[in-house]
Structures are given as structure tokens and as C-alpha cells.
């Protein structure tokens, strides 16, 4: 089946530092990643919708100044949190889709703000 | 986006056949209902999804009732690995590709011995 990467898997960085996380499709080309937020018990929270080539769409409540979103190619998009704080420790996952396939998920990112 | 209500969790002999029903009576004539699940720390696992057929492969069995206002996704044999967070989505396609994916709290299934 599709596969979707997600580096790193874990990170933790020190407060009003800068991280990036990579998302990639690896057998297929997607136009479109999503990006998602799960705090511990909770379920998938969407933060934004990331299309190849052009801004990424963002949810109410997220800002887009602080988690930038990039899609440059069919099978990369980068997540980077800015200036993180410990509120932004949480698990992040991607999904990618082909054009009107199923949707598929990295094994996710955990972030540990300290 | 049509929004799923399930019930937050259930429990199942290992063995036995597991249903866990879905609700999506605003679902819409384009909408797919796809089923994930979510073992702890780990990104979502697609199960199954079908638009108004019953569907099944190797995981699992899919039933969508003839109003397509809900569903029941059926584990025949369930074992302790199935242990997980269960998630029954609705899925838009609109013109030009953009599917936008929200996530409902799902079903804690808990696979007893």
C-alpha cells in the first residue's frame, strides 16, 4: 500500500527555538497533505491543508505565522513551528492523498518542547 | 463536511467478531465513509471505505445502510492487536482535488482475553 514518511519520528528542542518536520509520499504524488495536531487522549485535530504549489489553507484558530507550511514538490511538504513553546509539544501528524484516492498517514512526529 | 458520532468505546472478546456502528445521517450524495484506526503513538491505519456498497477486504468487513446514514465496521475475528482507537470519517471531493478530512473522537476498542 501508499507509504507516507514523516522525519523526524521524535525532536525536542529548547523553547523559542525553530523545528521543521518533513513529510513525504514515497510510491505516489500528492497534490494534497494535510497536516494534523493530537494532544494526549484527544483525537486528530486539523491545523491545515498544504497544496502543492500554492499557500496552504489553515484552520480557524491556527496561525499561520507560527506553523509555516511549505508543499514544493508532488510528495514533500515541511511543517516548521516557530519560535516554540511548550504548549506546541504534541504529536503531529501528516496524511497525504492522491488525487481521489484513499487518505494515508506518517507514523507521525512527537514534539517535546522544554 | 458531514460529522460522524460513535460511541467512545467498547469492548470485544478476542475471538469473536467486533461491530462498531457509525453515525452520519447529514452525509451527503458524493461522501465516502472511510474507517481508520489509531494504535497509541502511531499515525492512523486505513481499514476500509465504500460510498454505498458493502465492502470488505483482508482487515475487515464494511456495511453501509441503504440511506447511508450509517455504518458498521465488522472485525469478524477480532485479536488483542486490534486494540485501538477506531475512526469513521466522512470524506468530501471537490473539484480540483481538495478533500478536506476532519476526525470525530472515535471508538476505543479494548480486545479482551
Known amino acids: 500500500g501508499a507509504v507516507v514518511s514523516q522525519h523526524p519520528s521524535r525532536v525536542i528542542c529548547k523553547s523559542g527555538t525553530s523545528v521543521k518536520i518533513e513529510c513525504r509520499s514515497l510510491?505516489?504524488?500528492?497534490?494534497?497533505m494535510f497536516w494534523y495536531r493530537q494532544f494526549p487522549k484527544q483525537s486528530l485535530m486539523l491545523m491545515a491543508t498544504?497544496?502543492?504549489?500554492?499557500?496552504?489553507?489553515?484552520e480557524q484558530g491556527v496561525e499561520k505565522d507560527k506553523f509555516l507550511i511549505n508543499h514544493a514538490s508532488l510528495t514533500l511538504s515541511t511543517l516548521t513551528v516557530t519560535s516554540a513553546h511548550p504548549e506546541d509539544s504534541s504529536f503531529y501528524i501528516c496524511?497525504?492523498?492522491?488525487?481521489?484516492?484513499?487518505?494515508?498517514f506518517g507514523p507521525g512526529t512527537r514534539l517535546t518542547v522544554l | 463536511d458531514a460529522k460522524t458520532t460513535q460511541p467512545p468505546s467498547m469492548d470485544c472478546a478476542e475471538g469473536r467478531a467486533a461491530n462498531l456502528p457509525c453515525n452520519h445521517s447529514?452525509?451527503?450524495?458524493?461522501?465516502?465513509v472511510y474507517w481508520y484506526r489509531q494504535i497509541h503513538s502511531q499515525g492512523p491505519q486505513y481499514i476500509i471505505h465504500?460510498?454505498?456498497n458493502n465492502e470488505t477486504n483482508e482487515m475487515a468487513s464494511l456495511i453501509i445502510t441503504e440511506d447511508r446514514k450509517s455504518s458498521t465496521l465488522i472485525l469478524p475475528h477480532a485479536t488483542l492487536r486490534d486494540t485501538a482507537v477506531y475512526y469513521c470519517i466522512v470524506r468530501v471531493v471537490r473539484i480540483g482535488g481538495y478533500q478536506k478530512v476532519t476526525f470525530g473522537t472515535g471508538t476505543k476498542l479494548q480486545v479482551i482475553p
Open positions: 447529514t452525509i451527503s450524495g458524493n461522501e465516502y
Open positions: 465504500g460510498l454505498k
Open positions: 498544504s497544496n502543492e504549489g500554492s499557500k496552504a489553507t489553515y
Open positions: 510510491d505516489f504524488q500528492a497534490t494534497t
Open positions: 496524511s497525504a492523498t492522491p488525487l481521489a484516492g484513499a487518505l494515508f
